[in-house]
């Protein structure tokens, strides 16, 4: 039987990541982007609660504390942003399961979901009966992680960097010293430690940025409006 999920937050990129992650699974996904919202779909067909900490209306610890008086066997699992605090007391206090910083990658958040719907009860909030046994989740084993290449200085990048400096023939001594390249060689250099990043540097680096940034641009744009309107 498909399981159904409630999220709650104003983020409509988190949405939407959240969204695309859970796509190729048997879940249905409600998506509402305040605590108002979320507390008017909750109902006994909600397997799963996943909630912003900060949002419009009532916030995730609200919403939480509510899930859990309404339907005590429905798990929930709080969004904070990188930014923003997170009060691990009164989460507890509200009776949170699991909680998620943001921006997150998708892998994780599939698991932990699994692992949520996967031990969560179906306790009768109005009769109070025992929760039925569930089998223990089976843990998916966790990936071997790639082999790190090993840079010749201590930042990440820096064996991207040095490649393409020698083959413009600059010495990294030299480079770090008195060389000052040409604007041309500089482009080139560029564009050639552009080509060596790989494709997963890039999208980490993007999601990173570019989440965060669309939410400033976004409430920057909603607080012009605001003025125009008074």
Not at 25 to 53: F, Q, R, T
Not at 90 to 95: E, I, R
Not at 167 to 179: D, H, K, L, N, R
Not at 195 to 216: F, Q
Request: aromatic letters at 2%; a negative charge.
């Amino acid at each position: 039987m498909s399981k159904t999920i409630l999220l709650a937050d104003d983020s409509v990129t988190i949405r939407k990541v959240v969204e695309l992650t859970l796509m190729d699974e048997p879940y249905e996904l409600v998506s509402v982007g305040s605590g108002s919202e979320a507390l008017e779909k909750l109902s006994s067909e909600i397997d799963l609660v996943i909630a912003d900490v900060h949002m419009p209306g009532a916030d995730g610890y609200e919403v939480c504390q509510e899930v859990k008086q309404r339907t005590p066997g429905v798990p929930v699992m709080l969004l904070v942003g990188t930014f923003e605090s997170y009060d691990a007391d009164k989460a507890d206090a509200a009776g949170a399961d699991d909680h998620l910083k943001k921006p997150f990658d998708s892998q994780d958040l599939l698991a932990r979901v699994r692992g949520l719907l996967a031990s969560s009860r179906a306790v009768d909030p109005v009769g109070g009966e025992e929760p039925a046994p569930q089998p223990e989740p089976e843990l998916e084993p966790e990936p071997e992680p790639e082999p790190e290449l090993e840079p010749e200085s201590g930042s990440p990048g820096a064996a991207a960097v040095m490649a393409p400096l020698a083959e413009e023939g600059i010495e990294p001594a030299a480079a770090a010293t008195s060389v000052e390249p040409s604007d041309a060689t500089v482009d080139r250099i560029a564009r050639r430690v552009v080509e060596l990043l790989s494709e997963e540097t890039v999208r980490e680096v993007a999601w990173e940025v570019i989440p965060d940034l669309a939410e400033i641009v976004i409430k920057e744009r909603l607080s012009e409006l605001e003025s125009e309107v008074e």
